[in-house]
């Protein structure tokens, strides 16, 4: 049987053994605790229409918030003045950037020096816009009786038609052009009257408030020759010899008169018996 004083020797240094192993267990516990980099948690939206997303929220976790370095930069451009709030949050204004691809980075770095980088990109367009488009009812080829009237006809279609230049020309457009008449809706109309002769009509629309499309459209008008029908002429005297010479007569009526007589048809006066 071992001594009482050995006895008590070995369990006096088991004790310490044990003290300085709890201390030592505790203390790497805690040392963990203290050590850990901050962490970055924050919204990202992705792709957006401007003006629906205004700005950015981030979230900061640290065991000593009000010791951290922050280093947060839009586009590569310092975002300045930024302070995490008590619940380690603050917010990066976006609502002054235009369309195209952005992003925005944040460092954070704790007492100890410990760094965390987040970091995203997104991406604002504009709203989505029709197509312009000039919708013929007759199509691009129309034809059209020499003396008639005609008219043309159609639709222009866009999402915001208040924001459309509309124009025509029978000429070249870089030439010369006019507005071409059109209803709040797009409907638009273009008269011509006593058609004479082929006619080629050009129009182009360009619409669009932040994305810009073009259509144009050609109409070619065919205008027939007149009429052999003698009904479908003006009757008269043609000849520019005769004393009743008609300037607006088309076909000859066999009235023309002559001093001296009525033509006999032959060109010649008729003799006297």
């Known amino acids: 049987m071992k001594n009482p004083e050995q006895v008590r020797s070995l369990v006096l240094a088991f004790l310490m053994f044990g003290s300085v192993m709890v201390g030592v267990f505790y ?99 504009y709203p989505a816009e029709d197509e312009t488009q000039i919708n013929l009812d007759h199509g691009e080829e129309m034809t059209v009786d020499h ?30 052009s006019l507005g071409m008449p059109m209803t709040e809706e797009g409907a638009f109309y273009l008269d011509f009257t006593n058609m004479q002769e082929n006619l080629t009509i050009t129009m182009e629309a360009t619409c669009g408030v932040n994305i810009i499309t073009v259509d144009s459209k050609i109409v070619n008008i065919t205008t027939n020759p007149p009429s052999d029908e003698g009904g479908d002429l003006t009757q008269g005297c043609t000849d520019p010899e005769a004393e009743n010479y008609d300037a607006e007569a088309e076909e000859d009526d066999g009235s023309c008169t002559y001093e001296g007589g009525e033509d006999n048809g032959t060109g010649e006066e008729p003799s006297e018996e």
Do not use: M
């Not at 962490?39 to 976790?61: C, R």
């Not at 369309?99 to 007492?111: E, P, Q, S, W, Y």
């Not at 009237?149 to 159609?154: E, V």
């Open 27 to 125: 203390f790497d516990i805690d040392s963990v605790g203290l050590d850990q980099p901050p962490a970055i948690s924050a919204e990202e939206p992705g792709d957006f229409v401007i003006g629906e997303v205004l700005s950015i929220k981030v979230t900061i976790v640290d065991e000593a918030l009000d010791e951290l370095v922050l280093d947060v930069t839009l586009d590569g451009d310092r975002v300045a003045n930024v302070y995490p709030l008590d619940n380690g949050s603050f917010v990066v204004d976006i609502s002054h950037l235009d369309v195209g691809l952005h992003a925005l980075k944040v460092i954070a770095r704790d007492k100890n020096l410990l760094e965390t980088r987040w970091f995203t990109e997104f991406n604002i367009s």
């Open 147 to 176: 003396g008639d009237n005609i008219r043309i006809t159609g639709n222009l279609t866009h999402s915001t038609i208040t924001s459309c230049i509309f124009i025509w020309t029978d000429a070249q457009l870089e030439e010369s």
